[in-house]
């Protein structure tokens, strides 16, 4: 063989660099170091446990040659698992929850495995999750094995034996402080119960994301309510069997928002290339850093790469329909409208007693797409468009004389005019007609044209 080659692809696991960030941490006066993992074959830090973990399972009598391995994932496990079985000739059933990325799901597929989507927002005793998907199907398919990284301590003895000394052999322990994000957490407990036998002064701390309820049960012992989050591959709402909240000294959390520009900034401003999860890691490490009273040496793991969410954190259309883009709409709605001309203009309504007739008559007459529906005591009851009108008008679906509330939407947002325009920032994006009141009242429409024209005539 030739010489420094690794026999396949599994060789190629391991040994990814440690660089230092040099300006998305300029606001902190610790120096903040990064662990690639999203330099590794499969293009996260999932691909050690996949072969770490099957090839245990096959020492072990757990699985015989061309069985099927089943494991539920965020995506990156399950492209470990399947690069271990490319290379072994053994068929792979990946259960996905169904908010992460087309790119996940795609990537899985095209190494041949069989992939089953699972709703999100589901408990995970539910006969729904993902979760009990997983289990169910191990439980039916011949020569099949489950993974169950969330249980399974091989998840957490991989980075224990392997992980934890790289970093060391790497460093030198030439650091303070180690910072993972957690999810199942193998990753944190095993570097960490590693970490703390050669480096007994070093820290190690958990960054959870808010929504989950691993870090709130480490300070309190409780079982809270996990509540729903954006990002992939990070948090629970459980507690899996790898945690050793031993191995934890203390922790950050961090949200949806602050992930997904710090992931944007890592790639524009030092160019990783890296995943949500990454961000968020990088993001929990400078907020730890801020309350530091010494400057110290922290080394942040990022998990995984870029690729696998081009159509959201890195397509902008995306995070700005989703409200993660910074605004710079912070001006009062009253301005808006005062330079637009509107603040003057009588808001035309249409009573809920109208008909559908009366409403095409009324934009017709006044040049104008979209009229307030107003109840007794001038309650807004809805919208009334044009859009909403003309297919159903052309098809027979409704008739002139019928009531205008077959056609009143409810997809409108209110505002008064006294509040930040940045307040319906997300509503202008998502396309919702935003109704503005004064005092309780209906006052006037706000379009996203209306923001167009506003930013121009500002100069923005």
């Known amino acids: 063989m030739m010489k420094g080659s690794g026999k396949n692809i599994i060789d190629a696991i391991g040994k990814t660099p440690i660089i230092k960030l040099n300006k998305v941490a300029t606001g902190v006066s610790s120096e903040i170091y990064v662990k690639l993992e999203y330099l590794n074959p499969g293009g996260s830090t999932k691909d050690r446990i996949g072969a770490y973990i099957m090839e245990k399972a096959i020492k072990a009598g757990k699985l015989n040659p061309g069985g099927t391995i089943i494991e539920g994932t965020s995506g990156n496990t399950g492209v470990g698992l399947a690069l271990f079985a490319a290379v072994h000739g053994y068929k792979c059933i990946f259960v996905l929850a169904d908010k992460q990325s087309p790119e996940k799901i795609n990537n899985l597929r095209a190494f041949g495995a069989k992939v089953i989507v699972c709703p999100t927002n589901v408990m995970p005793e539910d006969p729904r999750s993902y979760y009990s998907v997983s289990k169910r199907l191990s439980e039916t398919i011949p020569n099949s094995y489950y993974v169950n990284q969330y249980?399974?301590?091989?998840?957490?003895?991989?980075?224990?034996?392997?992980?934890?000394?790289?970093?060391?052999?790497?460093?030198?322990?030439?650091?303070?402080?180690?910072?993972?994000?957690?999810?199942?957490?193998?990753?944190?407990?095993?570097?960490?119960?590693?970490?703390?036998?050669?480096?007994?002064?070093?820290?190690?701390?958990?960054?959870?994301?808010?929504?989950?309820?691993?870090?709130?049960?480490?300070?309190?012992?409780?079982?809270?309510?996990?509540?729903?989050?954006?990002?992939?591959?990070?948090?629970?709402?459980?507690?899996?069997?790898?945690?050793?909240?031993?191995?934890?000294?203390?922790?950050?959390?961090?949200?949806?928002?602050?992930?997904?520009?710090?992931?944007?900034?890592?790639?524009?401003?030092?160019?990783?290339?890296?995943?949500?999860?990454?961000?968020?890691?990088?993001?929990?490490?400078?907020?730890?850093?801020?309350?530091?009273?010494?400057?110290?040496?922290?080394?942040?793991?990022?998990?995984?790469?870029?690729?696998?969410?081009?159509?959201?954190?890195?397509?902008?259309?995306?995070?700005?329909?989703?409200?993660?883009?910074?605004?710079?709409?912070?001006?009062?709605?009253?301005?808006?409208?005062?330079?637009?001309?509107?603040?003057?203009?009588?808001?035309?309504?249409?009573?809920?007693?109208?008909?559908?007739?009366d409403a095409i008559k009324l934009m017709d007459n006044n040049g104008i797409s979209q009229i307030p529906v107003i109840g007794k005591a001038g309650v807004i009851k809805g919208i009334v468009s044009e859009k909403s009108l003309l297919k159903p008008v052309f098809q027979g679906d409704f008739s002139l004389a019928d009531s205008i509330s077959v056609a009143t939407s409810n997809k409108y947002t209110t505002i008064d005019q006294h509040q930040f325009l940045s307040a319906v920032a997300n509503a202008l994006l998502n396309k919702e007609t935003v109704i503005v009141t004064d005092h309780n009242k209906p006052f006037a429409i706000l379009t996203d044209i209306d923001v167009l024209h506003f930013i121009q005539s500002q100069n923005l």
């Open 151 to 357: 249980d399974n301590l091989w998840n957490r003895e991989t980075h224990e034996e392997t992980t934890g000394p790289e970093i060391f052999n790497q460093t030198q322990g030439d650091f303070d402080i180690f910072m993972a994000g957690v999810g199942t957490g193998g990753t944190i407990s095993g570097i960490g119960r590693y970490l703390k036998k050669v480096m007994p002064k070093v820290s190690i701390i958990g960054i959870d994301i808010e929504g989950s309820i691993v870090a709130d049960f480490a300070k309190t012992g409780k079982i809270g309510i996990a509540k729903p989050y954006v990002l992939e591959g990070v948090g629970e709402d459980f507690i899996p069997g790898n945690y050793d909240f031993k191995a934890i000294d203390d922790w950050v959390v961090c949200g949806d928002k602050e992930s997904f520009l710090m992931t944007r900034a890592l790639l524009k401003h030092e160019g990783i290339y890296a995943g949500g999860s990454s961000g968020f890691a990088v993001a929990g490490a400078i907020k730890y850093a801020k309350t530091l009273k010494t400057a110290k040496k922290i080394l942040v793991l990022l998990p995984d790469s870029g690729n696998r969410y081009t159509s959201k954190i890195y397509n902008d259309e995306w995070m700005s329909s989703n409200g993660y883009l910074d605004s710079s709409f912070n001006v009062l709605v009253e301005e808006v409208l005062e330079q637009l001309g509107k603040s003057k203009q009588e808001l035309i309504t249409i009573s809920d007693t109208a008909t559908v007739g």
